[in-house]
């Protein structure tokens, strides 16, 4: 049975396709990339399977629940995490009490009204933090933190809810090119640990081509073509409407 089941996806805004009919499965700990131009609808795809927009039609399924429409926590609480193309974590606290903050979501409670119940959360808040190489950076505002740690901590605080399938949203925007590989590594690492699901954005055709097991390419909308990333690299639409060939032929297909 697959983890994802997603029939028909569909989102339009005003006379825009940005999700148009999208059909897909992903299988449990499958890491899967969803690439396409700027535009093509990939984040949208993300917003309307982690609950942040309704669709207009079609269908998602999760882990045997129909999760169309729910509301983004629920689907949180089911075990689908996201992260965001721009770090979303609380500039002010710091990074320890991010993932408190994120532990204490999980539970159904609130961090802003339960400052005495933070303590004992403190171990697996370092844990997590560890897991992402953070540990060193625990007490520091998320705020002064270097871009690529917001990220790390934004990872960190999606693990903390424990999830089967992990929705990244371009994890290395904005990272300088050594950065990219170290993070995209650490990141394979944990994924295969928990033997999670990956769906994930990306640009960078070197970091799509390292890590994914399958990728699948948006266009205006639409799916337009999946498969393993040597047969994305040889298809003819995909060539021809994504990169013309040239970014596809750059990239190394092996790490
Ligand atoms: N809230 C919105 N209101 C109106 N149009 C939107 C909205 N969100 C997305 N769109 C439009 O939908 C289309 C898909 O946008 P989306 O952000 O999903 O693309 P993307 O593939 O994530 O692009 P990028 O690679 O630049 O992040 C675009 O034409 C965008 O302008
Ligand atoms: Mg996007």
Redesign the pocket.
């Given at each position: 049975m697959s983890l994802l089941e997603v029939r028909g996806l569909t989102r339009h805004?005003g006379g825009?396709r940005?999700v148009h009919r999208l059909s897909f499965d992903l299988a449990a700990g499958e890491v899967c990339a969803l690439i396409?131009p700027?535009?093509?609808?990939?984040?949208?795809?993300f917003a309307l399977l982690s609950g942040l927009e309704r669709p207009d039609a079609g269908r998602v399924r999760f882990a045997g629940t129909d999760i169309t429409g729910l509301p983004p926590q629920r689907i949180l609480r089911l075990g689908l995490a996201r992260t965001f193309?721009i770090p979303a974590v609380f500039s002010s606290l710091d990074a320890l009490d991010n993932v408190r903050a994120a532990l204490l979501a999980r539970a159904g409670l609130d961090f802003a009204l339960l400052p005495r119940r933070l303590r004992p959360l403190a171990d697996e808040a370092r844990a997590l933090l560890a897991r992402v190489g953070l540990e060193e950076l625990a007490d520091r505002p998320a705020a002064t933190l270097a871009y690529g740690d917001r990220k790390r901590l934004e990872l960190a605080m999606a693990l903390a809810h424990r999830p089967r399938l992990l929705l990244l949203d371009?994890p290395t925007a904005g990272l300088a090119l050594g950065e990219r590989f170290a993070l995209v590594d650490e990141l394979l690492a944990i994924v295969r640990a928990h033997r999670l699901a990956v769906l994930f954005?990306e640009?960078d055709m070197d970091v799509v081509f390292r890590i994914a097991d399958r990728v699948m390419v948006?266009d205006h909308?639409e799916l337009i073509a999946i498969g393993t990333p040597a047969e994305i690299r040889a298809h003819p639409r995909v060539r021809a409407v994504y990169l013309r060939g040239g970014a596809l032929d750059d990239a190394e297909t092996s790490p």
């Amino acid at each position: 049975m697959s983890l994802l089941e997603v029939r028909g996806l569909t989102r339009h805004y005003g006379g825009v396709r940005a999700v148009h009919r999208l059909s897909f499965d992903l299988a449990a700990g499958e890491v899967c990339a969803l690439i396409g131009p700027n535009g093509a609808g990939k984040s949208t795809c993300f917003a309307l399977l982690s609950g942040l927009e309704r669709p207009d039609a079609g269908r998602v399924r999760f882990a045997g629940t129909d999760i169309t429409g729910l509301p983004p926590q629920r689907i949180l609480r089911l075990g689908l995490a996201r992260t965001f193309q721009i770090p979303a974590v609380f500039s002010s606290l710091d990074a320890l009490d991010n993932v408190r903050a994120a532990l204490l979501a999980r539970a159904g409670l609130d961090f802003a009204l339960l400052p005495r119940r933070l303590r004992p959360l403190a171990d697996e808040a370092r844990a997590l933090l560890a897991r992402v190489g953070l540990e060193e950076l625990a007490d520091r505002p998320a705020a002064t933190l270097a871009y690529g740690d917001r990220k790390r901590l934004e990872l960190a605080m999606a693990l903390a809810h424990r999830p089967r399938l992990l929705l990244l949203d371009e994890p290395t925007a904005g990272l300088a090119l050594g950065e990219r590989f170290a993070l995209v590594d650490e990141l394979l690492a944990i994924v295969r640990a928990h033997r999670l699901a990956v769906l994930f954005t990306e640009h960078d055709m070197d970091v799509v081509f390292r890590i994914a097991d399958r990728v699948m390419v948006m266009d205006h909308g639409e799916l337009i073509a999946i498969g393993t990333p040597a047969e994305i690299r040889a298809h003819p639409r995909v060539r021809a409407v994504y990169l013309r060939g040239g970014a596809l032929d750059d990239a190394e297909t092996s790490p």
